[in-house]
């Protein structure tokens, strides 16, 4: 258990709304990571962050932000929330640079 | 443009039996593999991982095997369990932070 909470755990939104996914560690590890899973394409990056205050863009980051102002936080905001985003989130966190642990998910649905 | 490639979306095995999972990569500048499994509506568990320096690492009934030649990994469990039912993707890496996912394997132990 790599101490990672993710919330909410189902959300359902309409189209053109903001949602936040909040992802929460217990374990102040530096590096947090937000994928997308969707069927045919396994998990694919968002972004990321190295530290506080410290992000960067993975390979699907358009319609996507993210911040973390505490160690511990790290938030997903849909600044409009399209069809395309109905997906399953995971957060993730490492320690190092290799292996990532990851939270038990938030299905989102945008109707 | 898939870097990492799991052509096999499914495999049947029976318990006792070994599973072997495949995974193709393209990228010569990955350097470190690793196997995820994942159960519905959890998040990915970390299982086992490679370095490029290494061709094989074993932990318990799972090895993993990686021909750097062929750009090819693979994942032996051995014996097979009704509880080794999961879908299992294969990651990789190069010199940053984010993770390259394969579309996953889906492994069914039957009893």
């Known amino acids: 258990d790599a101490g990672i909470t993710q919330s909410p755990r189902h959300k359902v939104t309409e189209t053109g709304t903001p949602v936040t996914l909040r992802c929460h560690q217990t374990?102040?590890?530096?590096?947090m990571y937000w994928y997308r899973q969707d069927p045919g394409h396994g998990l694919r990056l968002i972004h990321y962050?190295?530290?506080?205050?410290?992000?960067d863009k993975g390979e699907v980051s358009d319609g996507y932000s993210v911040s973390r102002s505490k160690t511990e936080d790290f938030l997903l905001t849909l600044e409009s929330a399209t069809s395309s985003q109905t997906s399953v989130y995971f957060c993730?966190?490492?320690?190092?640079?290799?292996?990532?642990?990851f939270g038990p998910g938030t299905r989102l649905t945008v109707t | 443009d898939q870097q990492v490639k799991q052509n096999s979306p499914s495999l049947s095995v029976q318990e006792g039996r070994i599973s072997i999972l495949n995974c193709d990569y393209t990228?010569?500048?990955?350097?470190?593999f690793l196997w995820y499994k994942k159960y519905p509506a959890e998040g990915p568990t970390f299982l086992i991982s490679?370095?490029?320096?290494?061709d094989k690492n074993e932990d318990g009934r799972f090895t993993v095997f990686l021909n750097k030649s062929a750009k090819h990994l693979s994942l032996h469990i051995v014996p097979s369990q009704p509880g080794d039912s999961a879908v299992y993707f294969c990651?990789?890496?190069?010199?940053?932070?984010?993770?390259?996912f394969g579309k996953g394997t889906s492994l069914l132990v039957t009893p």
């Open positions: 993730a966190i490492s320690v190092d640079r290799y292996e990532q642990y």
């Open positions: 374990e102040n590890h530096r590096y």
């Open positions: 962050s190295y530290g506080v205050k410290d992000t």
């Open positions: 990228n010569s500048m990955f350097d470190y």
């Open positions: 490679i370095s490029s320096i290494k």
């Open positions: 990651a990789a890496k190069a010199s940053g932070y984010a993770l390259n």
